[in-house]
């Protein structure tokens, strides 16, 4: 056959432009190589005679900084279940959600996969192009990565699995190996995890729920955050609309289910008590958000985690923490009740290395050492005081910044009038806002280093007014506290510590003067390996936000203020100290964050309402004066803990010496 290309009986552009039966050719040429190629890659592929990682699911194991092991967490919580056993409208509830035409379809979804595909191709999300037989396999045979070899290894085990079994087994596979979290795999694991119930036990509506869960278990958790579950209402809602819709709920049934079947709180893994379960939380997060490993591929175990963690200096933190929990009297004193007290150790390069999460990880889960919920207080002062070292200070709309030094004057006095470059400070109610000093006491003309040695609240207000807010706020967060603790409004009081950071970020943040202006992220695992075979992890590099003659000079003034200042009593702790107390607004809040060469460490006490969340004032605490505000519980705890951890390193240090 002669192919007359370009064509003889055509002139000019014409000549190189195919008929309509060369076209025709070669796309029935093109199509016949993709079906003979596809063909035979369909031959080719062969079901994997064994499960995935199912039949060698491990425990995770966490270490000490030193190699020795705390903690084990696993093995893998699933248990199979027979598809007869599972009800028919909780089986309903997951095709619904996941794949309404599991029952007719093929095996794969073309529309799907190509979605899947292009999405992955542009970066775009790549969930939601499988099928349950697609999805099975992907649980029983390959892995949860998303890459495109992968996706045509599934595509094609699907096709030949699909003319292999029955739809019930394969259905039946699926239930039994999808990820539902809080460990579990499998429905009937999930049904007790959630419900504490069997499966058999289930109703429709408790059946949307979990079907939900397949979505993505670590964003529909309704335990984990309040975002999860308004995500986890809607989605349940779907669902059983969904239902309705594809006719397996009517209207009448789905109408008794308007109440959200809220699940029940998640179990304490056992071997987590006292402190282990904080740190065992804190180093999981810190995977989570620093490597691609999904929550269910962690979930089957076999990692080991060696942590940052000091065994030496998280007992001594434990012990600082209790002695002081031990003066505390709940029984007599109402205002010893309910009083929560977070803690965080750090080294110069960010490695934390204790903390204290609060009394018992079983008894109360939520970690005070990572809670958002405490204002710093004046603890926060030596960043207003940072930043204007940094910046220099504006007092003229439109005029030049002017630079300030340790020895700049400002004034000291009690009920002293807020200015902006405009004139004074108005507040909302009309009226002049003035800044006030803790015992009403007026100091006079004072220094800025003077101002933060003594804990002299007027000049702090005023500096940061002068400085501008959202420069303060930039130098707070340069220095390692969060966007999103910072996040309320720039009025005045702003500069005296209406933001809430935890104690992890305020000990990083004060270690960013200790190291000289370099600010390191802090972190809790130094390494990551599964089954001996290193896994690649993270890690935060260091970055200069200040000046050494910036860090300098905010150092010297917290070295003052243990000196001679606000914080006598941490000169105890060892040579050089630095440190700062805070009292938070309307007395709802005290700190202690400080630093040596060794360690940064910030401590936070406040009394939270168990019924409302909301924070109590320290108002007579360990039966101190109600008209005096703070507490000296941190300040406390931080020498004692100082103290013995100074002491455990001199010893380590004699110990490695020849």
């Known amino acids: 056959m002669h192919l007359d290309y370009p064509r003889t009986r055509k002139r000019g552009v ?129 892995n949860q990565r998303q890459t495109f070899s992968r996706k045509v290894s599934e595509m094609f085990i699907a096709m030949k699995l699909d003319d292999k079994l029955s739809k019930e087994e394969i259905l039946e596979g699926y239930l039994n190996t999808s990820w539902f979290g809080r460990g579990t795999y499998g429905i009937q694991r999930a049904a007790n995890a959630y419900y504490g119930k069997n499966v058999s036990e289930l109703n429709p509506s408790e059946g949307a729920f979990l079907a939900a869960l397949l979505k993505g278990a670590g ?49 304490r893994p056992d071997g987590l008590t006292g402190q282990t379960g904080y740190l065992v939380e804190t180093a999981r997060a810190y995977v989570a958000s620093h490597t691609d490993i999904s929550d269910a591929e962690f979930d089957l175990g076999g990692y080991q985690i060696h942590t940052t963690f000091q065994k030496p200096q998280e007992e001594a933190l434990t012990q600082a923490v209790e002695k002081a929990r031990g003066q505390l009297d709940p029984k007599l004193r109402t205002a010893d009740r309910n009083v929560r007290i977070g803690a965080a150790s750090i080294t110069p390069d960010g490695g934390i290395t204790a903390l204290y999460g609060g009394p018992d990880y079983l008894k109360q889960g939520f970690n005070d050492a990572n809670a958002s919920n405490v204002p710093a207080g004046t603890s926060f002062t030596p960043f207003v005081y940072a930043a204007a070292l940094r910046d220099g200070v504006l007092r003229e709309r439109g005029g030049p910044r002017t630079p300030v030094s340790p020895e700049t004057v400002y004034n000291g006095d009690d009920e002293v009038a807020v200015h902006t470059p405009e004139g004074p ?11 006030s000093n803790d015992g009403d006491r007026s100091w006079g003309k004072v220094t800025l280093r003077k101002a933060v040695e003594q804990s002299i609240n007027t000049p702090m207000i005023q500096l940061g ?8 706020r930039q130098a707070a967060v340069d220095a390692g506290l969060l966007p999103s603790s ?38 809790s695992v130094a390494s990551l390996s599964r089954n001996g075979d290193r896994v690649e992890l993270e890690k935060p590099g260091g970055s200069r936000v200040f000046s050494p003659q910036v860090a300098t000079e905010v150092g010297e003034a917290l070295q003052g203020a243990v000196r001679g200042g606000s914080a006598k009593r941490a000169a105890e702790a060892a040579p050089g100290a630095a440190g700062k107390p805070g009292t938070a607004p309307d007395n709802k809040a005290a700190w202690f964050v400080g630093y040596t060469d060794q360690l940064s460490t910030a401590v936070s006490l406040s009394r939270l309402d168990p019924k409302t969340q909301e924070l109590l004032p320290l108002d007579g605490l360990g039966g101190r004066d109600p008209e005096q505000v703070g507490s000296n519980y941190p300040i406390q705890i931080w020498t004692d803990y100082m103290k013995a951890a100074g002491t455990v390193q001199e010893a380590e240090k004699g110990q490695m010496a020849p």
């Open 465 to 472: 007014m002068d400085v501008g807010l959202d420069r303060v």
């Open 219 to 267: 964003s529909f958790d309704p335990a984990i955050s309040e975002k999860n579950r308004s995500r986890a209402v809607e989605r349940w809602s779907w669902v059983l609309d969904r239902m309705v819709e594809i006719g397996r709920l009517s209207a009448e049934e789905r109408a008794r289910y308007k109440k959200f079947p809220e699940p029940i709180p998640p179990p």
């Open 14 to 142: 014409r000549r190189w432009l195919p008929s309509w039966r060369q076209m025709s050719l070669f796309f029935v040429f093109c199509l016949s190589g993709l079906i003979a190629a596809l063909s035979y890659v369909y031959w080719q592929t062969e079901i994997p005679e064994d499960l995935n990682d199912f039949a060698t699911q491990q425990d995770n194991v966490y270490y000490w900084a030193d190699g020795t092991e705390m903690a084990r967490t696993g093995p893998v919580n699933r248990q199979d279940i027979a598809l007869e056993k599972v009800p028919e409208k909780v089986q309903w509830a997951v095709l619904a959600a996941e794949n309404a035409s599991f029952y007719s379809d093929s095996g794969i979804s073309i529309s799907g996969m190509t979605r899947a595909v292009t999405r992955m191709v542009t970066g775009g999300e790549t969930q939601g192009g499988s099928t349950i037989t697609q999805q099975y396999v992907k649980n029983a045979y390959l």
């Open 486 to 523: 910072l996040s309320g409004s720039r009025v005045p009081a702003f500069s005296l510590g209406t933001g809430t950071p935890s104690a992890i970020r305020m000990a990083s943040a004060y270690g960013t003067f200790a190291a000289g202006g370099v600010h390191r992220a802090p972190y």
């Open 425 to 435: 400070y108005w507040d909302r109610s009309g009226k002049i806002v003035r800044g």
